[in-house]
């Protein structure tokens, strides 16, 4: 008995659609027919299947901005000191350059200053025109006491006794209690620090 050979063919117009695997992503096959009649598959990746962007194509995070170096605030002036309640501030009314050569001093001021000095007196005391039409003091440049040279500012004082007492309850001390000199009313002390200073009382 015969038997019929079945031979299996493969049909041409028709192809299984390949199933690509990548990295998990599904892929599609696009089916089209070719000029010679065979049959091409395209593959195509699915909106799942696309790869990530590499790091540096992704948007990069907006750089920090540079600190600007900030100048510190400019310091504010110190209001005016206030003198407490009832008293008077006491101005400065002489200067006083005490010497052991005052004629010498006499000339040498005079040259570098151009100050008039009129040491015409009993005291041979120069007194100098240094106010000048800024505001400025007279001064004097007389004689020392002492074998020291020494300069001297005098403060104008309604009361020298008081003055002196106050300065003393202050670590101060008295050199020349109150003296009539004729022309001012004056004393002499040292500050708790040593320095010599004067005054001369209102008149």
Known sequence: MA???TSTTSNKGQSRKPAA??????T???VKTSGNGRLAAKPTESPRGAARAPKAARAAKPAKRARTATRPPAPKAAPPAKSKPGKRPA??????????QPEALHQFYGDVFG???DANNEFNYGLVSSKGTNGGIDGGIGPS????ARVLVYASVPSIPTTLKRIEELGGRTIMPRTDMGPVVMAIYLDP??????????R
């Open 3 to 5: 038997t019929k050979k």
């Open 21 to 26: 695997k990548g990295n998990g992503a599904k």
């Open 28 to 30: 599609k096959a696009a």
């Open 91 to 100: 101005a400065i009314v002489h200067w006083e350059i005490q010497s052991k």
């Open 115 to 117: 100050w008039a000095i």
């Open 145 to 148: 006491s002492g074998n020291d």
């Open 193 to 202: 620090e040593g320095n010599t200073m004067g005054l001369i009382e209102d």
